[in-house]
């Protein structure tokens, strides 16, 4: 039942960020921090990183930079732990987009070289 | 450094693009399509456009000690911000028109 | 004119990524799609890459009578060559390795 | 009857353009030379500039670089008189990229500005 109350959140919270209005961001935001927990009672390491980068691009709508910054690393820790690299180049290339709008293009560039490689590697499979 | 904020522009003009074809394609598509096939016309959408702008993005990046590899990565940012039309690009730190 | 070859290997390179992408997806899809479904996908590839090389194909032609233009041509010329990997593709005139 | 027989030989055509080979080639030319005749008998245009369009592939394949650009020539030129530019940017594109081949740089030039043309036209509507 859980499960499928989580899966349910997931779901609202993506068509939600598709709305692309401050205060639909806003309601994203709280529907994914429920989605976090729930997958966290879970312990469903693959749930958690949906609600993860969920929350990033709640921030990012909210105009949230450095909010995002956070929740897009934390995605890519939940990467390491699982050993799955599974959208890590996505969320690579926006941690240098968003480092490049605060103004950070030592950062930025750092990202963008990792998110290169990441490229590449994906290219090369 | 300078030519961090191309990349950026340079990946929203083309997410945009990709974007904007996907829907289009969706929508001729139907709502007949499964879970795993509209995944495989997504992920067709974002290949084509990773491969192609692999070799533009990484001309942006240079270490920026070799005083010649500056110049040329400086050389390809003016010629890809003229090619993609990327100067009228909403970007805060220029703060242009839209 | 010597930067018409590279519209042709530019135009090569794209249409192999294209199609290399295209078959992936069509393996991924299945046989399930109609004729109007798989004309939507094959469109949606097409487009993609038209509309972002529309751009720096349009850079590799000037009319040839102002210096400053067909100058600025044989700069884009050299930045897409590098940047594309353009070199190493077999073309006729340049008789290299394939 | 005889629109099924020309259904089938540009099907058969098609089929033959994907081997690749220097034979196959060959037969798509035949095959595609029967369709070109059953199709002037229909005399169905967008049938007849299919029939071309194969004959500039076969010719292609073949090696036969200029006989290539005459079909390819003939294709536009029926589009005209159609009213219907359907596939006319990609035949453009073709024309420029053989008169590189044979290194007619001059025409190639022109065939890529009329094709770049064509291609913002697509792109605007």
């Known amino acids: ?125 | 450094l300078e030519t961090v904020p191309t990349i950026k522009r340079l990946r929203g003009k083309a997410e945009a693009i990709r974007a904007a074809e996907l829907d289009k394609a969706m929508g001729k598509l139907g709502d007949g399509l499964t879970k795993k096939q509209m995944k495989a016309v997504e992920e067709l959408s974002r290949g084509i456009v990773n491969k192609l702008l692999h070799g533009p993005m990484q001309a942006l990046r240079s270490d920026g000690t070799d005083p010649s590899e500056v110049g040329e990565t400086l050389v390809n940012m003016h010629a890809l911000e003229k090619m993609f039309d990327l100067k009228n690009q909403n970007v805060p730190q220029r703060g242009g028109r839209k």
């Open chain 1, 1 to 125: 039942a859980s499960l499928d109350e989580l899966k349910k959140a997931l779901r609202e919270g993506r068509a939600l960020l598709k709305v692309e209005t401050p205060a639909a961001y806003a309601e994203a935001e709280k529907v994914f921090n429920k989605a976090l927990m729930l997958s966290r009672m879970q312990g469903d390491q693959v749930q958690i990183r949906r609600a993860t980068r969920g929350l990033a691009a709640s921030k990012r709508g909210l105009g949230d930079t450095k909010g995002s910054i956070v929740f897009l690393k934390e995605v890519l820790d939940i990467s390491r732990q699982l050993g799955d690299r599974t959208g890590d180049t996505d969320a690579l290339g926006n941690i240098a987009d968003l480092y490049t709008e605060i103004g950070d293009l030592e950062n930025a560039g750092k990202y963008y070289d990792e998110y290169l490689d990441a490229l590449n590697d994906e290219m090369s499979t």
